[in-house]
């Protein structure tokens, strides 16, 4: 219990949520959502064990799509996302999201909107950064990518980079398109190795993306090449670990044997995210509880966790000193909890 309440009181950083995967049953019962859907929305949190986990939940997305597919439910779930992820004590949200068009909403309505949300808060410094999902067709995403670039030079303070994602058993990862991203000041994070796939991880790699999402599937133990491990530890490139995600999607055996331990062991950069808290029913304050339950981490390396993360935001060198002087503050203020 003990250990819970530091988690809970740490201020911590999230790098890696997804803004239709992160509305908790409230935030959907709010924008009408039938009760059905909200239990299905949570089904692999209910289910023991079934083949396909990671294909069953990209099937969940739906569900919150349906209770976001106008300019005033997408306003609504921003801010309802901002504000539970403000209670758990997250001090700097990224907030991740596919622009999406629906019958009486365009994709930039939909930026614009997630925009009005994120400045009309004043609760904790939140960025948005804009996905591409794999599965789309080369013409959907570059047109995707056109409106991303067009929108950053609107918002540079708040788009601040550009994620890969989608289901990784589909599409492929489309190098031009991030290039393009990078050469106009996007920082790039791409959902890499979540299912074996060492040619992609190896394109991926040689990318250099600033950040990395779950990385599943690159250390040698869980069928990655010695490589790929080699290319990924020499680069240092921060990891997004999701612990809970990857235990309800099945990728990874349990959170004991969550890959996160060869990042712990060799001293790589990591951080502690979410990825969708209400597919997966889950808080920040759970998933820095289960990595230090369940891979022994101390509260004094949950607190390092909280400052490395901060190096691997994408937040300007002003904002990070000012959260790093925040966090030195707490800890003086709250040497008794450690
Ligand atoms: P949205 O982008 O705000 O609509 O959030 C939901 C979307 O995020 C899903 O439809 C997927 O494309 C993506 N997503 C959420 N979780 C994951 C994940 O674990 N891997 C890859 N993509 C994901
Ligand atoms: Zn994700």
């Known amino acids: 219990m003990e250990l819970l309440e530091f988690c809970q009181k740490l201020p911590k950083i999230e790098l890696h949520a997804h803004l239709n995967g992160s509305l908790s049953p409230e935030t959907l019962t709010v ?3 039938p009760i059905e859907d909200i239990k299905t929305y949570q089904l692999l949190t209910k289910l023991d ?36 992820f403000h209670k758990d004590n997250v001090i700097y949200l990224e907030l ?5 068009a629906e019958p009486q909403m365009t994709k930039r309505d939909y930026v614009n909107t997630i925009i009005k949300a994120i400045r009309e808060q004043n609760l904790i410094t939140v960025k948005l950064l ?19 670039l067009e929108m950053h030079e609107l918002y540079p303070d708040i788009i601040k980079g550009v994620d890969l994602s989608g289901n990784p058993n589909v599409g492929i990862f489309s190098e031009a398109m991030f290039i393009k991203a990078r050469k106009s000041g996007l920082k790039i994070t791409l959902h890499c190795a979540e299912v074996l796939n060492n040619e992609e991880v ?43 995600s990857n235990v309800l999607c099945n990728t990874v055996q349990s959170y004991k044997e969550h890959h996160m331990c060869e990042w712990v062991e060799n001293n790589l950069p990591f951080n502690i995210n979410t990825d969708d808290k209400g597919v997966f029913s889950t808080t920040l304050t759970k998933e820095y509880f289960y990595a230090a339950h369940h891979l022994n981490l101390s509260k004094e390396s949950l607190y390092n966790c909280s400052c ?25 203020k709250h040497l008794e909890l450690f």
């Not at 690159?218 to 530890?233: A, F, M, R, V």
């Open 31 to 33: 924008l009408n959502t």
């Open 96 to 100: 991740r999201t596919t622009p999406r």
């Open 130 to 148: 804009l996905s591409i999902n794999r599965g789309h067709c080369l013409k959907e995403s570059e047109e995707t990518l056109n409106l991303i």
């Open 308 to 332: 490395i993360a901060i190096d691997s935001s994408f937040a300007s060198e002003e904002e990070k000193l000012k959260l790093k002087t925040y966090l030195k503050e707490w800890k003086d």
């Open 202 to 244: 190896k394109q991926m790699l040689e990318f250099k993306p600033d950040r990395i999402g779950h990385g599943t599937f690159i250390h040698p133990t869980y069928g990655g090449s010695t490589e790929n491990w080699k290319l990924c530890s020499d680069l240092r490139i921060p990891l997004e670990c999701c612990l809970t």
């Open 49 to 84: 064990c079934i083949e396909d986990q990671l294909n069953l939940a990209f099937t969940l997305f739906k569900i919150a799509h349906n209770a976001t597919n106008m300019i005033e439910s997408t306003y609504l779930a921003t801010k309802h996302v901002i504000e539970e």
